[in-house]
C-alpha cells in the first residue's frame, strides 16, 4: 500500500518537496518562466510563474536551495519581467503592464492566442512581492530583486482594466478589446482586489471593491452563514498569500465570520457532498473528494456502472451545486492542511491507497476519474501535473508547518494596504 508505513511528516515532506521539484525540472533557464504543465511543448503560465517565484524562499528556508542560488533564479524571471515587450502587438508579453495568460517558454511571446489575465496577473505579481519581501539582504543582488518587484507591481495599470465600470475585467485581446466579464461575485480574485486598491501608480477605487462583492451568494452550511463557492480552488488561492483569520470586510463582519472560517466550511460541504454522493459516482466518500477546477474526459461515454454520463474536459467542478462528473483532483485535499489537518491528511491517504496511480514523477497527477472504465482502479487521468496545482500545494504545505507566507505578507505594504482600502479591519491588520 502506498505511503502506508509513512508517518504524517514524512508524507507532508514528500509532496512539498516534489511540487518544489516541479518549479527546479519546469522553468526555462532563461527567461525564468514556468510550463503551465509537465506536458512537452507546454506553453508558460504566467500564474505558475508566480507559484514558482514564490516557491524559491521555501527552498531555501528548507536547505533545498542556497539563498545565492534562489536570488539568482529569481532575478532570472525578474529581468525577463521588466525587459519584455509592453504593447499592442499581439506577440507582445504584455500590456498595459499586465500579462498574457500563456507565454512562449524561450521567447516569452503571446502563446494559444490568450488574453492579458487580470487573474493570473495578479497570481504572478503576488509572487514578484514576495521575493521582493523575502530578499531583504544588502547584497547587489537582493537590492536588484527589490528594486525590480517594485517596479513591476508599481507599472501594472489595473485602473485601465476598469475600463469605466466598476468592476475589473477579466482580460483583454489587441483585436477585440476586452472580454464581455467582469470580477464580481466571490471567487478567487480577492487577491487581485487586494493588489489593484493598493497600486502606487494606477489603483482603482475602494468602491469597485464592494461591487466585486455585492452580488455573494451567501447560503447556510452546518448551521453557519456560508459564502457561496463550488469549486475548491477559488477557497485556496488568496489564502496562499493572504492571512484571513480573524481579519473581515463588510460583508464578513455583517455574517460573523471570516474567509478563513469560510474555507473550513467548504471542505466540510466537499466531504459531506462526497460522503452523500448523489450522483453515485465511484469512490465517492468523506475521505475521497477533491471537485475543483481541472481537466476531465471528454465526450459522452459509458461508465462502470452502464449509465451515459457527459463530459466537457476542463471545468470548474464543484460541491453542491456542481458541475460534477466523477473527476477528482487528488492534490486538492493536501492543499487543505491549513484549514483541516485531519480532514487533509485523510483524504490524502485515502486516495494514495485506493487509487496509487494518481502520483508521477514527483506528485501528484492533475486529475481523476474512477467511474470511467479502465485497466485501473483510476479509471480516466490526467497525468500531467500541473504548476499551479503544484505551487498552491506547496504554499499551503508550509503555511500549515510554518506560517511562513502568511507571516511575510503580513509585514507587505502592498498587502496591509490593499486589504484596508477593501475594508478590511481586526486581527493582524
Sequence with gaps: MLFKDTTDVGLIDRFQLGAFRYFMRYTDPVTGLVADSSQEGSP????????????????????????????MRALK???????????????ATGYK???????????????????ISLIDSALLIAGVITVGAYFSENTPAEKEIRDIADMVY??????WALDEQDTLALGWKPRS?????????????????????????????????LSFGNQCDWKEAFGK??????????????HAWIDFRGIRDAAMTEHDSDYFENTRLAIEVQRDYAARNPEAFVGYGKDCWGLTACDGPERSRRLRDGRQQHFSGYAARGAPSGPDDGT????????????????????????LSAYPG??????????????????????WMNTRRIGLDQGLLLMMIENHRTGFFWNLLRQSAPIRRGLKRAGFTGGWL
Excluded at 524571471?77 to 506577440?91: A, C, M
Excluded at 500579462?99 to 490568450?114: I, N, P
Aim: hydrophobic content about 40%; overall charge negative.
Design 225 to 238: 452563514p456560508y459564502l457561496y463557492a463550488g469549486p475548491l480552488f477559488i477557497h485556496l488561492f488568496s
Design 358 to 379: 494518481v502520483v508521477d514523477e514527483d506528485g501528484f497527477i492533475g486529475s481523476f476519474n474512477p467511474s470511467v472504465p479502465a485497466r485501473t482502479a483510476e479509471g
Design 154 to 159: 508599481a507599472r501594472a495599470n489595473w485602473a
Design 77 to 91: 524571471t525578474l529581468r525577463f519581467l521588466r525587459d519584455s515587450e509592453q504593447s499592442r502587438d499581439t506577440l
Design 44 to 71: 508558460a503560465s504566467i500564474a505558475a510563474t508566480g507559484f514558482g517565484l514564490s516557491a524559491l524562499p521555501v527552498g531555501v528556508e528548507r536547505d533545498w536551495l542556497s539563498r545565492e542560488d534562489a536570488a
Design 177 to 209: 478589446g476586452f472580454l464581455p466579464f467582469r470580477w464580481h461575485g466571490y471567487s478567487e480574485a480577492i487577491i487581485l482586489y487586494t493588489l489593484a486598491l493598493s497600486s502606487p501608480s494606477y489603483p482603482i477605487p475602494p468602491k469597485s471593491y
Design 328 to 351: 477528482l483532483a487528488p492534490w486538492a485535499p493536501l492543499a487543505c492542511l491549513p484549514f483541516d489537518e485531519g480532514a487533509a491528511l485523510s483524504g490524502t491517504r485515502h486516495i
Design 97 to 115: 503592464g499586465l500579462y498574457y495568460h500563456f507565454l512562449d517558454m524561450k521567447t516569452g511571446q503571446r502563446a494559444w492566442r490568450s488574453e
